[in-house]
């Protein structure tokens, strides 16, 4: 069976930058599962994978366009300090959630000084050519449930 819109599929993937050093793999862990056509996994990933069968292996480099997006200096911010509670320890390289004007956000710490804390919101991947190795490990049918949901379910998913 070839994936297609509304096709839940299962891949194994390891996430490299691009000199090759791995950023992320489900190997070692669970494969992903996903369903097909809904935007549930980045464009560039999407687009390659459409009518591949399982057990076909691709190597599928996706620029940042189709990937997490430009870096965008418009989205790094200085906060004062005094917005953060005085015992808190504040560090380089911290994530936290913020509530922002574009809607909930997860912003990286990139900078600290006394009076100022710097913060990017970028993705931490916006603006990386990425490298992927894709094994496509099962492509079926979904469900009427899976596709009245928007995604996938898995052996004991309950949602
Ligand atoms: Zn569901």
Do not use: C, W
Not at 8 to 13: A, K, L, P, S
Not at 94 to 104: S, V
Request: no cysteine; aromatic share 4%; hydrophobic share 30%.
């Amino acid at each position: 069976m070839q994936i297609s819109t509304n096709r839940i599929v299962t891949i194994d993937y390891t996430l490299m930058n691009e000199n090759g050093t791995i950023l992320d793999s489900s190997k070692g862990s669970q494969p992903v599962t996903y369903l097909h056509g809904h935007g549930r996994i980045i464009p560039g990933l999407e687009s390659e994978l459409e009518g591949k069968t399982a057990g076909e292996s691709l190597k599928i480099d996706v620029p940042p366009e189709k990937g997490y997006g430009p870096r965008l200096d418009s989205l790094i911010q200085d906060l004062p300090r005094n917005l953060f509670k005085e015992e808190q320890e504040i560090r380089v390289g911290m994530q936290f959630e913020a509530t922002t004007e574009q809607g909930p956000r997860r912003l990286t710490v990139v900078r600290v000084e006394s009076d100022t804390v710097t913060v990017d919101g970028n993705h931490p991947l916006a603006g990386s050519m990425l490298k992927f190795e894709v094994d496509v490990r099962d492509v079926r049918e979904a469900t009427s449930e899976e596709l009245s949901h928007g995604h996938a379910h898995g052996p004991d998913s309950d949602h």
